[in-house]
């Protein structure tokens, strides 16, 4: 008992049983902890930018060639695009099956359209396709990092690996000073992430004492199956294309619980990335792989993100007796496939890039946006879940595909073999040490 309350892990579920109970029996005094979760979130967030860049310039340099830099990431795109598409086809079916929307009868004209303003307002960046690629490019090196926007990084960071990597011996100096440089970032982290448990609370006590249970009303089986839909997604999908890759979904998500747990609290995978990052390079993977798979994908393999759209675009249409054809269905696919991908760096992602959808769907009534937007905070728990799996997974395979991973070591760490206490670095690496210097 005293190992599992100082571990991270119990402190986390101590957290999360607490908030909701707070959020309870106390709600006014649990919504005025709402800045437990905020603050831990940016803490998260202010080194994320620049840690990605050490990481991704480090493991560009470190690979030694570049060749391999681009199979990497042609690899993680085409599966990014296959594993998105199957995401968008699920929400899509178990939208028809269950029909969760079916039998509300709304009437569109009925609908208060003034909390969307601030939404469809930004819809603009994800439905143009030149505005998508154009926001992938910063205005300049400084304002990418001011923004925290992490393709902006990526794109930065390749560029300069590239170029760093191209120098030989000369560049020697800088990329060494970044490799510290990182080390010190993830000490940083190391110092945040003992906060988590206070985060966790805050993010769950404000949300039981605002919401409620009583307050999802008739939009409890939306939420429900949208649950149900990233369960499947997760332990079908995702197990099966691991199992293909030799490795177990149930083992890796005991090896990620901490990381899990921390999301599911604050209903943010942001706020796990540098974790994240960390343990799957004590895994036995490459760090040049990690570097350039997970930051992608965070704003390209969106699986969680994918099935909302689909599932909510349909569930709206249900709900306002509106009728689709085979037609507009592929329509309502063919555009979340672009749409999903114009999700990163844009504030109430989720919402502006559903609004973005609806928009090239006239058919679809986009002020039934409101019926979504009460419940999207329960919703973000498990999008935010079954993006994070999915980036992990991806990166797994990917460096399966690659031959990129110490499989022995993975084994051993996904058995339980090996602690992650065991996987602890010395204290001035600042946390779980890669795979190469634990190799």
């Not at 049983?17 to 707070?22: E, K, Q, R, T």
């Not at 939306?222 to 293909?244: H, P």
């Not at 994240?276 to 570097?291: F, N, P, W, Y």
């Not at 114009?342 to 559903?354: C, T």
Request: glycine share 10%.
């Amino acid at each position: 008992m005293g190992k599992f309350l100082r571990s991270l892990f119990g402190q986390v579920v101590i957290a999360l049983i607490l908030g909701i109970v707070l959020g309870w029996a106390y709600p006014a005094f649990a919504v005025s902890l709402k800045p437990l979760g905020d603050g831990f979130i940016k803490l998260i967030k202010m080194v994320i930018a620049p840690l990605v860049f050490g990481v991704v310039v480090h493991g560009i340099v470190g690979a030694g060639d570049l060749r391999k830099v681009g199979r990497v990431g042609v690899k993680a795109i085409v599966y990014f695009e296959v594993l998105t598409t199957v995401a968008l086809a699920l929400g899509v079916l178990l939208a028809y099956v269950v029909q969760p929307g079916a039998g509300m009868n709304i009437d569109p004209k009925s609908l208060d359209a003034s909390s969307l303003a601030a939404y469809t307002s930004r819809v603009g960046q994800v439905t143009n396709e030149v505005d998508v690629i154009m926001r992938i490019i910063p205005t300049t090196i400084v304002d990418a990092f001011a923004q925290g926007d992490i393709l902006q990084v990526l794109l930065i960071a390749i560029l300069f690996g590239v170029g760093l990597a191209m120098l030989g011996e000369r560049g020697r100096t800088v990329a060494h000073v970044i490799e510290e440089s990182v080390d010190v970032l993830f000490k940083v982290i190391g110092f945040i992430v003992k906060l988590a448990p206070l985060g966790v609370l805050g993010a769950v006590a404000f949300t039981v004492g605002k919401y409620g249970v009583g307050s999802l009303g008739r939009l409890g089986l939306l939420i429900a199956l949208y649950y149900v839909a990233a369960t499947l997604f997760v332990l079908v999908v995702l197990g099966l294309v691991l199992r293909l890759a030799g490795f177990s979904i149930f083992k890796l998500l005991r090896y990620l619980r901490e990381e899990l747990l921390i999301v599911f609290g604050t209903a943010s995978s942001d706020a796990v990335l540098p974790q994240v990052m960390r343990k799957l390079e004590a895994l036995g993977i490459h760090d040049s792989t990690v570097g350039l798979v997970i930051p992608m994908g965070y704003s390209f393999n969106l699986d969680g993100f994918s099935i909302y759209l689909t599932l909510a675009a349909v569930f709206i249409a249900q709900a306002t007796n509106t009728h689709l054809s085979t037609g507009e269905l592929l329509t309502v696919l063919g555009v979340a496939l672009l749409t999903s991908k114009g999700a990163s760096g844009v504030p109430g992602s989720a919402i502006v890039v559903l609004a973005a959808t609806l928009s090239a769907i006239p058919v679809i009534p986009a002020i039934g946006l409101v019926l979504v937007l009460s419940v999207d905070w329960f919703m973000g728990i498990a999008r935010a879940l079954s993006n994070l799996i999915g980036n992990c997974v991806a990166t797994v395979v990917i460096a399966v595909w690659e031959g990129d991973i110490d499989r022995a070591r993975a084994a051993q760490v996904l058995d339980g073999h090996v602690s992650t206490e065991d996987l602890l670095a010395a204290p001035e690496n600042g946390g779980l040490a890669p795979a190469k210097k634990l190799a």
